[in-house]
């Protein structure tokens, strides 16, 4: 708790900072930002999370959208963020960066850990993926992923453990229209596997399993401030068939020239989940 008190309140003061030391700046290097989320009929999923990415060069503000001025820029730039849900005692930490090796050629990667004081479980992950821009605003790329979630009961009396490496590929791509923003689609497959081993005081058993994932997004700009989506995503596997489709809705608010305020709704049709995910968000970019 005394963690994310100190990392949230470090966000607001970066915030609170931009407004005077960007004012009157078509560009960027720094963003902070600090987001609640939840669902309208389940509080216990609610979290907040706090953020930080610093580039490497300038990034343009103007003539694109709010929430791809990143994507857009090409621009080398590593971040930080913190994650905790109160309720489910969970706090997660990811650090992540990519580097251009020219304005074309790229590499990525990051770090993930999650710990649960509710249930004694540890999650970490590694990740890396190399990307290549065939166009101004398109790029592809390759990506693999090692996970390793450790769960121990909190009597000691069972312990699970499972170990996971995932490969994949996917393109995303922005295209600018002439009466509203544009159209920005992402689109990845890539195939899973893991081994699990469960250990008890008398037993002691190993599974292994694999799927294929696959996904589809496409976010309709019709100003570079509010945008309608659209999505779709699939895992078929030794012991699951499930397929899950989705609406969503983003605006973003000015309220000085660094900083904004920013709306999400997110609503899951298929598997039919009640209630709205939500998020309101303050970032700050100076």
Not at 18 to 43: I, P
Not at 157 to 165: A, M
Request: hydrophobic share 30%.
């Amino acid at each position: 708790m005394k963690l994310r008190i100190s990392y949230l309140a470090l966000c607001i003061g970066m915030i609170n900072g931009a407004a005077y030391a960007a004012e009157g700046r078509s560009s960027y290097q720094h963003e902070a930002k600090l987001v609640y989320s939840s669902n309208s009929d389940n509080s216990d999923s609610s979290y907040w999370k706090g953020a930080y990415r610093y580039y490497l060069d300038n990034v343009e503000k103007s003539n694109r959208p709010y929430n791809l001025t990143g994507f857009l820029s090409r621009t080398s730039n590593f971040g930080v963020n913190y994650i905790e849900a109160d309720k489910k005692k969970n706090d997660n930490l990811v650090l992540d960066g990519q580097y251009f090796l020219d304005s074309q050629w790229y590499i990525s990667g990051s770090y993930d850990r999650s710990e649960s004081n509710k249930y004694d479980n540890e999650q970490d992950s590694y990740g890396v993926s190399v990307g290549y821009f065939f166009t101004e605003t398109a790029a592809i790329y390759v990506n693999y992923e090692h996970s390793e979630d450790d769960l121990t009961k909190k009597d000691l009396t069972s312990r699970k453990v499972t170990e996971g490496d995932t490969y994949g590929i996917g393109v995303e791509s922005y295209t600018a229209f002439e009466t509203t923003s544009g159209l920005y689609l992402k689109a990845g497959i890539g195939r899973s596997s893991w081994d699990t081993k469960q250990t008890s005081a008398t037993t002691q058993t190993s599974s292994s399993g694999d799927l294929t994932y696959y996904s589809a997004d496409a976010d309709w700009y019709l100003m570079d401030t509010l945008s309608i989506g659209l999505g779709y995503s699939r895992q078929d596997g030794d012991d699951r068939d499930e397929e899950a489709f989705e609406g969503n809705a983003s605006y973003v608010l000015k309220l000085t020239d660094s900083i904004t305020a920013k709306f999400n709704v997110n609503k899951l049709f298929k598997p039919d989940i009640d209630g709205v995910y939500y998020s309101v968000g303050l970032s700050g970019r100076f």
